[in-house]
Structure formats: C-alpha cells, structure tokens
C-alpha cells in the first residue's frame, strides 16, 4: 500500500467556512488525503480563505509569502486557495503568487477530485463559477471524519440583501436553500456518529426556505421543528440571521421547541436610521427593538448577540451614540463589533470614509459598553443551574469543558466519560471568558 497523502486546511472566517473546509477535507479523503496538524508535515496545503474585511484578505497573501520556503524545500508540495478571497481574486492570486497550484471558489469545491487531477498532472487549476448544480449533491455522503458532539449544517448559502458594505451577495452569491429531506440525512448521519448538538448555517439562515419531503416550501421554523423529531439530536441552533426574516412562526420555535437553544445571533449593525438606510439595510433601530421585545416575550431567558460596524461612510458622532443607545436598550450577551472597511465592488466604497481615529475610538467605546453587558450577562448566571454538553477536556487535569444552553463556555472538575454528554452544572464563578461550575449532584 502506498502511503495516505497528507492535507493541511486552514481556515479563515466565518462558521461557514469551517463546514466547507470539513466538506473539502472529506471530498480529498477519498482522493486518498489524511489530514494532519501541520503545514510542515503536508503533501497538500488548503487555504480556505475569507474576504469580508480588508485584513482577513491580507492574511491571505502574508500567509502565502510565508509558504514560500516551505516550498522551496518540498517543490512538491501542492498549495491550493478556497473560500471567498479565491472566489474574489482567483486570477489575482495565480498571477501574484506563482506557487499556488489550485484556486477554488466556495461554490465548485465537489470538482475538486477533477480539479487534482489537472494538478497532479503539473498543471494549475482555477475554478470559481457559479455552477448550475448543487454541489452538495456530489460531495461525500459519508461524514465519518466527523468528531466531537457539536457539528455545523449549511441550509442555505448567499444573499439576495445587498447591504452596502458587503461582499457576501458577490463571493457567496444569490441565496439558495438546501432541500430538507437531504438535511435531515445529514443530520441524522452526523447524529449516528455521535453528534448532539447541531448550528444550522446561512449568510441568511433565517431566510431558509429549501423543499420540504411533502414538496411544499419550508421556512427555518419548520425544519427546526422537524429536525428536532430526531432522537439522540439534544440541540439546534442556528446561524446568522437577518431581522426582516424573523418570521412569527420561527419567533414561536423559540418558546415552544426545547432542543431550540435560547441564544440568539441577531446582527443590527446601527443604531442610527440614518445609517440604517445608507447601509441598505431595511430596518430602523426601532423596528430592531420592538422585534427583540417579541422575540423575548416568546423565550425570556434568551442571550443574544450581535453585529455591529462602526465608521461606516457619513457616520456622525450623534449616529454612533444612536448605536450605543441601542446597546444599552437590548441588553446583549455578546457582540462582535468591526470597523468599517471598504471593500472593492460594494456601494459604500466610493463614499467619503470616516477619520480612521475617530472610527478607532467608537470602535474602542462600543466594544467597552459590550464588554460590560457580556460581563453582566456571565455573572447573572452564578448561582443558577445550566445544562453543558461536555465537549473536551479542560486545560487543567481533572477539568472537562463545554458550552451552557446560552453558549458560554462552562468547566467543571469531571470524569472524560462524560465528553459527548449533557449534564446539569451548577454555576459557582465567572471568569473573563468562561463559567465554572460543579457537577449537580
Ligand atoms: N466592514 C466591516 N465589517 C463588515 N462586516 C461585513 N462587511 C463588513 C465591512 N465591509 C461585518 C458585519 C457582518 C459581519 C459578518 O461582518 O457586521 O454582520
Ligand atoms: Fe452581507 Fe448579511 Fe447584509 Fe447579506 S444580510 S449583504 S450577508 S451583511
């Protein structure tokens, strides 16, 4: 037998970008690939790369630079570039960087057997169409390198929004949902192997509406619900969502459908109409609010989360406090917080930026006051009772760790025999990043 060929992933980004990195990984398999830990130790190297700020795509190419003499020692060494950045500036990217053999855009990574093939032979490969078919469709059925008990599911990729800022509807696309009898396959197989919570992925997920097993057309709710039949799958989330998707009967799931984790990632970018309007994005500040009050009467214990950017084009001083005003009125668990940044191609590029200082110090104040809350928010849950699936080992001996039904990182003095398990943890401290807890006895 000749020895397994090995394949080194990286990746960048989004949660979406850690499931096609899976899928790619799987697709290589059967070409025979293993994957390993190192770039030092691989025979292929996949950069799965992201493109929606400036500095995720610089990582590409610094990363790139630094290959150099790997390459030099290995010429061998085969070096391809997925995701959003190849899909962007796959021409770029064989030109500038000539030890790239293979670049692929998210949406053709099925051809990549096809595509190896032409490498195998010393030719260089690039393939970022938008193909008619549905690349799931030819990908591995077999999700056996799958491992621990939390797994990601794509639903639904691309998006029809076209906010201003964003490069999503051009690298990822028009929206399209996956049919559901397929993700209830897949969920199942990923339950089979052990898997008991699943993320649901979207750039829209909330905007779901793949064919449901009765030919009908089903919403995020209804395949939740449906999802949710399946014994041994103890939990659902799903993720990123836009607030005008947030239809009544999803709204509903969350009070009624218990594998439904109360947290919630609701991305509102502004707090300023203003802004709202410039960024396109079809909302106000307060059409937000009243739907988090919604969303809260349904499941009042729900954590929520956010997006927010800071120094977008136009952005007074009286627009971001319209931002942190929001902040203070929804109360959030956690936030990411970015700084404007002008990508190529978007709308809001050719405007006026605002000064780089003054965006760094909104950018420093907001992500103070979402601290706080996110502290707030940790500490509230010393005292009470959580449910944590156990998903390693902690860093000290003796530990195990894992994630609360609100997603905060929770660690317990506790035996390996309960890794892939759901147990009751009361919760004793709150650290900066994590709770810990002692086994309820
Ligand atoms: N600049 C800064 N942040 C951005 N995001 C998307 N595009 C940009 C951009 N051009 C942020 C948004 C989005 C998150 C995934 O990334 O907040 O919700
Ligand atoms: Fe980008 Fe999300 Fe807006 Fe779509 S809804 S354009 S993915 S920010």
């Known amino acids: 037998?000749?020895?397994?060929?090995?394949?080194?992933?990286?990746?960048?980004?989004?949660?979406?970008?850690?499931?096609?990195?899976?899928?790619?990984?799987?697709?290589?398999?059967?070409?025979?690939?293993?994957?390993?830990?190192?770039p030092e130790a691989a025979d292929m190297i996949l950069l799965n790369t992201c493109h929606i700020r400036e500095k995720a795509a610089e990582k590409l190419y610094s990363d790139l630079g630094r290959l150099k003499p790997l390459h030099e020692e290995k010429p061998d060494l085969k070096i391809g570039v997925a995701g959003c950045v190849a899909q962007a500036e796959g021409e770029e990217i064989m030109r500038r960087m000539p030890i790239v053999d293979l670049v692929v855009g998210p949406q053709t990574y099925h051809r990549l057997p096809r595509m190896m093939e032409a490498v195998d032979r010393g030719e260089r490969a690039l393939d970022t169409?938008?193909?008619?078919?549905?690349k799931f469709a030819h990908l591995p059925k077999d999700r056996r390198t799958r491992r621990g008990?939390?797994?990601?599911?794509?639903?639904?990729?691309?998006?029809?929004?076209?906010?201003?800022?964003?490069?999503?509807p051009y690298t990822r696309g028009a929206e399209v949902s996956r049919p559901a009898p397929r993700l209830l396959g897949e969920a199942r197989e990923l339950v089979e192997r052990g898997v008991r919570e699943i993320t649901l992925l979207g750039q829209n997920v909330n905007a779901y509406h793949g064919a449901g097993a009765d030919g009908?057309?089903?919403g995020l709710a209804r395949l939740v619900r449906e999802l949710a039949r399946i014994e041994g799958l103890d939990r659902i989330r799903y993720t990123t969502s836009h607030p005008n998707d947030m239809e009544d009967d999803l709204i509903a799931a969350h009070g009624e459908c218990d594998k439904l984790m109360p947290y919630l990632h609701l991305p509102v970018q502004s707090g300023s109409d203003r802004i709202l309007k410039a960024m396109n994005r079809k909302h106000?500040?307060?059409?937000?609010?009243?739907?988090?009050?919604?969303?809260?009467?349904?499941?009042?214990?729900?954590?929520?989360?956010?997006?927010?950017?800071?120094?977008?084009?136009?952005?007074?001083?009286?627009?971001?406090?319209?931002?942190?005003?929001?902040?203070?009125?929804?109360?959030y668990g956690s936030a990411y917080t970015f700084k404007y940044s002008a990508r190529p191609g978007t709308p809001a590029a050719e405007r006026a930026p605002v000064d780089a200082a003054e965006a760094d110090d909104r950018l420093q104040r907001l992500q103070a006051?979402?601290?706080?809350?996110?502290?707030?928010?940790?500490?509230?849950?010393?005292?009470?009772r959580v449910q944590v699936l156990f998903e390693k080992p902690g860093r000290m001996e003796g530990q195990i760790t894992g994630k609360s039904e609100y997603l905060h990182a929770v660690h317990v003095e506790g035996p390996e025999s309960l890794l892939g398990q759901i147990a009751a943890v009361d919760i004793l401290a709150s650290g900066p990043n994590?709770?810990?807890?002692?086994?309820?006895g």
Do not use: H
């Open 216 to 218: 009908s057309e089903w």
């Open 284 to 331: 106000t500040a307060e059409s937000y609010i009243r739907l988090i009050e919604r969303i809260r009467a349904a499941r009042p214990d729900l954590v929520l989360s956010g997006d927010f950017i800071v120094g977008f084009p136009g952005e007074t001083e009286a627009d971001f406090e319209a931002t942190l005003d929001l902040v203070r009125q929804v109360g």
């Open 149 to 168: 008990p939390t797994a990601f599911l794509t639903v639904q990729e691309g998006c029809d929004k076209f906010c201003s800022f964003c490069v999503v």
């Open 129 to 134: 169409e938008f193909p008619e078919e549905d």
């Open 434 to 440: 994590s709770l810990a807890g002692r086994l309820a």
């Open 1 to 38: 037998m000749t020895e397994a060929k090995k394949l080194y992933v990286k990746t960048y980004g989004c949660q979406m970008n850690v499931y096609d990195s899976e899928r790619m990984a799987e697709t290589l398999g059967a070409q025979g690939y293993v994957q390993v830990d190192t």
């Open 369 to 384: 006051l979402i601290t706080e809350q996110q502290r707030a928010t940790q500490n509230a849950m010393v005292g009470r």
